[in-house]
């Protein structure tokens, strides 16, 4: 891994002014890419950067507008996702296309060729698995899989079609630290075979360690090529983002220990709401005056689940299993919760975060109506427009929201825009309990910090907050305390100072199940 | 030939096109489109049917002209509903009514007009076995079709790749397409096969069933249908069992209300009451039983997430636009 570029083969794939207009957006711009033989290249790119635009056009599910693919040097045109794989190109989908009510078998074998035998496939698989050290039950459904396994068909998928380039669109969002590490193995082995691999991330440190070369795109264009080696992540952070990222400021919580426990979450069980959602048992949790408490956990090990009975979206048979600021809010619904001061961000902006097709103020208003003494209402319930106004916009200076119009729809924002705007409407009510499941999810670097600033800053003020996140970097930053949350079982939280990767990693991957009582986090801390 | 067996036969004459259009449509809502014009299309299929036997005097082509103004009738659903992207529920809607008018229209000069029948087969010796001769040897041709239609369709669905294909469309059409799989080819192929056995099932009503042509013969049969695939839990077998069951009641209505209590007066005690309680139900109830047994069913199956997770096609229904 030198990134000595004499090391590398001939060109593989020669990509010269590839363009993709969508209405006005220039999506892709004139893009330069070139993949040698045998080598790991990094995409590089903040949200919206045109990453996965570029992707889909190599893979052929999006034709460019302009500009040239060359494959061994020669030109080709690339119409389709199986003209893709006749030349030798595979993709492993970041949003996984699996069908979740077939098995693994019936997924894989929907993308090899069709005069492949169905009947062989089912023991193709598992052969390759093993000898890959992804190990893969061929007759499981896939609706029954957990994130890590359902990839591994994606990957398996992608080898049975023996390609020369793989692309991965960010593999590593879903997987645990010891799952990325036996995916980088699968990598350096694939590579060690001669295989290309064109990996995107933004995971700097993932990108520094295993990529031989990486181009890095911001706005549809090509803002540099480099060696990896060579930089350091915040060079590359600077390259992605066109300007500093500012460093996160996390002083340490002063005095937390005698603080008031504002949020106490007392033996919590919850029996799952569908056939593929997780069961919660016995989770404990207490949150104090002050202070940040981090939720880790691979997705979909019930930290959704944990958020709604929290939230109160699913309110719980007993009062004292939740309670906020002292009340038992344990059969209270979303509203009734908000009444008592606490504020929740759910993960799913559209839907759950935000009505799409109404505007940001009417968003405001309706996540308001009962609460802040419903200071957007007159007397008669009539809506006092002026005063919605000004603390939307109000929220939306706080939160620097980049938006087209004065009061868009809000599935007219940028995901990252919007997840601006809905952070900033909860901190905007200074809440005293305030929950965040993901509140980083797609949004680009420079807003992340200031997403994941404020919230230190609401805890410093003197409010509890419990952030529930996938990424781990995220939350060894803001986190005064990291709990991990696996197979629908909470572990006690393990204070900053002594918390590892490694750590959490084994614990995420469920080294460590059951759970201690939340009187027992003192003695560590 | 006994009065059991008499039953038995008109039962699987009633059964057949509420099979056959059953059938057609779950390959349809297998793919991820939800066609409510069924009883169009049979409509459709019985006027074409009649008209093209009646001016050949070929019941079998009669046939063949059913399916095929099913078909083109089902392409006119799909030129909206796939390559427009309407709203299917409303130009499922919309396809029925259409059918109900256009058939009447065009049936007008058929109305009074003694029709041709496409005659029952009578496989010789097995025939006249005993009890079951005639019911399984005896039978019109279209019995047989919807027989070997559904065995056909439970091999192609789970057996095939090609069935494996549609059944991935129908799951998820956004990562079929990711993998390069012609979504609304396949959408289109599905909806035409359905439009197909949906006008044989208007064919066997107005060349088998009865040999007349009526406006709006096919009297809910479509709606019952595509109900019919629901109860099922959209599975072939299940479909089957269930057009019978349909069928049985429809004949067992029919049945009750020309009987007098008096004939019975000789029944066994235990057979008369029941005989009385259920000719005390309101024929209309009767009507109504598979529409409720639908809505039962659909209520025990919801009890269970993960059944209709597994068997429910996710796309149902649902608009695809690829994006290019």
């Known amino acids: 891994m030198t990134g000595d570029h004499a090391r590398l083969g001939e060109a593989l794939l020669d990509v010269r002014g590839l363009t993709k207009i969508f209405g006005t957006l220039r999506a892709c711009d004139g893009v330069d890419l070139t993949i040698s033989k045998g080598e790991i290249h990094a995409l590089l790119g903040e949200n919206g950067a045109g990453k996965s635009t570029l992707v889909k056009m190599l893979f052929g599910s999006l034709e460019p507008n302009a500009g040239e693919i060359l494959w061994r040097g020669k030109p080709v045109r690339i119409t389709s996702p199986n003209a893709a794989r006749q030349l030798g190109i595979g993709m492993v989908f970041q949003h996984f296309s699996l069908f979740e009510a077939l098995t693994a078998a019936e997924n894989i074998a929907l993308s090899l060729a069709s005069d492949t035998p169905i009947s062989t496939i089912a023991a193709k698989a598992q052969a390759l698995s093993h000898s890959y050290g992804l190990p893969l039950d061929p007759y499981a459904l896939v609706g029954d899989l957990s994130v890590g396994e359902r990839q591994r068909i994606e990957i398996i998928r992608c080898l049975l079609q023996t390609p020369d380039l793989i692309i991965l669109d960010e593999p590593t969002s879903v997987l645990t630290p010891q799952e990325a590490d036996r995916l980088f193995e699968t990598l350096e082995r694939l590579r060690g075979e001669g295989k290309s691999i064109l990996y995107i991330s933004h995971r700097l440190e993932e990108v520094k360690r295993m990529c031989d070369r990486a181009t890095v795109l911001r706005h549809g264009k090509v803002v540099g090529h480099c060696d990896p080696q060579q930089e350091t992540a915040a060079s590359l952070a600077r390259m992605m983002v066109g300007s500093e990222v500012h460093e996160i400021v996390r002083e340490p919580a002063k005095g937390a220990e005698a603080a008031a426990v504002l949020l106490e979450v007392d033996h919590l069980d919850r029996a799952p709401a569908t056939p593929f959602s997780i069961p919660l048992r016995d989770v404990s949790l207490s949150v104090r005056a002050g202070e940040v408490i981090g939720i880790a956990g691979v997705a979909g090990n019930g930290q959704g689940e944990f958020f709604e009975a929290i939230s109160g979206e699913a309110t719980q048979a007993r009062a004292d299993t939740v309670s906020i600021r002292g009340e038992n809010v344990g059969l209270m619904g979303i509203s009734g919760r908000r009444l008592t001061g606490a504020a929740f961000v759910p993960e799913e902006r559209l839907g759950h975060g935000a009505a799409p097709a109404m505007t940001l103020s009417e968003n405001l208003l309706l996540s308001r109506h009962a609460t802040d003494d419903k200071a957007f209402l007159g007397s008669a319930g009539t809506v006092l427009t002026g005063a919605l106004a000004t603390a939307a916009r109000r929220i939306n200076e706080m939160m620097d929201v980049r938006k087209s119009a004065e009061d868009p729809a809000a599935s007219a924002l940028s995901g990252g825009n919007l997840q601006k705007f809905i952070i900033g409407r909860e901190l905007d009510r200074k809440p005293a309990v305030m929950i965040v499941n993901q509140p980083t999810w797609g949004v680009d670097a420079g807003a992340a910090a200031h997403i994941r600033q404020a919230l230190i800053e609401l805890a410093r003020a003197g409010s509890a907050v419990l952030v529930i996140s996938q990424d781990l970097d995220e939350l060894f930053e803001i986190s005064d305390a990291i709990a991990v949350m696996h197979n629908g079982e909470l572990s006690k939280p393990i204070p900053i100072a002594d918390a590892t990767f490694e750590k959490i990693g084994l614990l995420m991957g469920g080294a460590e199940p059951g759970h201690v009582p939340h009187e027992q986090r003192m003695e560590v801390a | ?324």
């Not at chain 2, 809502?29 to 070929?58: D, I, K």
């Not at chain 2, 309407?86 to 003694?114: D, R, Y």
């Not at chain 2, 079709?145 to 056909?152: A, H, K, M, P, R």
């Not at chain 2, 040999?211 to 099922?232: D, H, K, P, S, Y």
């Open chain 2, 1 to 324: 030939m006994g009065i059991t067996e008499a039953i038995l036969l008109t039962i699987a004459t009633a059964a057949t096109p509420l099979l056959l259009a059953a059938i057609g449509e779950l390959v349809v809502e297998r793919s991820g489109v939800l066609n409510l014009g069924v009883e169009g299309m049979m409509l459709m299929g019985a006027v074409a049917g009649f008209g093209m036997a009646l001016t050949t005097g070929q019941p079998w082509l009669g046939i063949l002209a059913g399916a095929l103004a099913g078909t083109l009738f089902s392409l006119l659903f799909g030129f909206l509903a796939l390559t427009l992207v309407t709203n299917q529920v409303a130009t499922g809607l919309a396809l029925t009514l259409l059918g109900i008018g256009l058939s009447g229209m065009i049936g007008e000069a058929f109305v009074g007009q003694p029709g041709v029948k496409l005659g029952a087969l009578d496989i010789p010796v097995l025939s006249d076995l005993p009890l079951v001769g005639r019911l399984l040897f005896g039978q019109d041709p279209m019995f047989y079709i919807s027989l070997l239609l559904t065995g056909g369709v439970m091999w192609f669905l789970f057996r095939t790749r090609a069935g494996l294909t549609l059944r991935s469309v129908g799951d998820s059409h956004s990562s079929a397409h990711a993998l390069g799989i012609k979504v609304v080819a396949i959408r289109y192929l599905a909806v035409m096969f359905g439009g197909a056995c949906a006008g044989l099932a208007g064919a066997q009503l107005s060349l088998v069933y009865t040999t007349q042509w009526i406006e709006n013969m096919t009297a809910g049969r479509g709606w019952i249908a595509l109900a019919l695939v629901v109860f099922a839990s959209w599975r072939p077998w299940r479909v089957l069992a269930g057009a019978y069951l349909f069928g049985a009641i429809t004949i067992a209505q029919l049945h009750i209300q020309a009987t007098n209590l008096s004939d019975l007066a000789s029944w066994p005690a235990p057979l008369y009451w029941l005989a009385e309680l259920v000719k005390s139900i309101p024929s209309q109830f009767l009507s109504a039983l598979p529409y409720l047994a639908t809505v039962v069913v659909l209520v025990l199956i919801s009890r269970n997430r993960r059944l209709t997770m597994m068997n429910t096609p996710a796309s149902l229904g649902r608009p695809f636009v690829p994006d290019r």
